[in-house]
């Protein structure tokens, strides 16, 4: 069955980094784009970037745009989510979901990044 | 952008009976290709997003057949016949249409029993 797992998260001071990845089992990961949606504490869904199976596009929402990017190692069935120049308001659980078509079929169980001072 | 409209934002409802949660897109979802990408997903307390509906009306597999989905162009309905326990969560509707460049969701209806 498909399994996402996501890590790398954690507490952060504002203007710092972190990395996020998410690895992939029981599907073919190379052959389909992956996307990382966030949710805030007590807030709702919010897409943040999409990558496709062959690294080739990259879309970001705006929100994250020049400060977040998006990657992908298929040797590793691994996707990652490289984040700069954090803010209070990127404070969430981000979840890595998987493409079906042009929406979403399955979703990791989330990894909390807290950016604060 | 489109713009995703959920109503209500919280609908107590009594086990047994029918909830609807209601989904307006600011613009068309009928595809070039056709299709109507418009999706729907349950998330239980504590837990990831779990899709239930997808192209407006078909059920993922293992959603009990009290979900339904409905509607098309700019409006879209989420019916479940008969409320169980296990349905409590926020229900959140999202586009496919208009990506890229980006996915949208509605901002989520809370179910909770009366």
């Known amino acids: 069955q498909v399994q996402l797992v996501e890590s790398g998260g954690g507490v952060v001071q504002p203007g710092g980094s972190l990395r996020l990845s998410c690895a992939a089992s029981?599907?073919?990961?190379?052959?389909?784009?992956m996307h990382w949606v966030r949710q805030a504490p007590g807030k709702g869904l919010e897409w943040v970037a999409f990558?496709?199976?062959?690294?080739?596009?990259?879309y970001y929402a705006d929100s994250v745009k020049g400060r977040f990017t998006i990657s992908r190692d298929n040797s590793k069935n691994t996707l990652y989510l490289q984040m700069n120049s954090l803010r209070a308001e990127d404070t969430a659980v981000y979840y890595c979901?998987?493409?079906?078509?042009?929406?979403?079929?399955?979703w990791g169980q989330g990894t909390l990044v807290t950016v604060s001072s | 952008d489109v713009v995703m409209t959920q109503s209500p934002l919280s609908l107590p409802v009594t086990l047994g009976q029918p909830a609807s949660i209601s989904c307006r897109s600011s613009?068309?979802?009928?595809?070039?290709?056709?299709?109507?990408?418009l999706n729907w997903f349950q998330q239980r307390p504590g837990q990831s997003p779990r899709r239930l509906i997808y192209?407006?009306?078909n059920r993922d597999s293992g959603v009990p057949d009290r979900f339904s989905g409905s509607g098309s162009g700019t409006d879209f309905t989420l019916k479940i016949s008969r409320v169980e326990a296990e349905d409590v969560g926020v229900y959140y509707c999202?586009?496919?249409?208009?990506?890229?460049?980006?996915?949208?969701f509605g901002g989520g209806t809370k179910v909770e029993i009366k």
């Open positions: 613009q068309s979802l009928v595809h070039s290709d056709g299709n109507t990408y």
């Open positions: 990558i496709r199976y062959d690294g080739s596009n990259k």
């Open positions: 029981g599907f073919t990961f190379s052959s389909y784009g």
């Open positions: 979901a998987k493409r079906s078509g042009t929406a979403i079929d399955y």
């Open positions: 192209k407006v009306s």
């Open positions: 999202m586009q496919g249409t208009h990506w890229p460049p980006r996915l949208t």
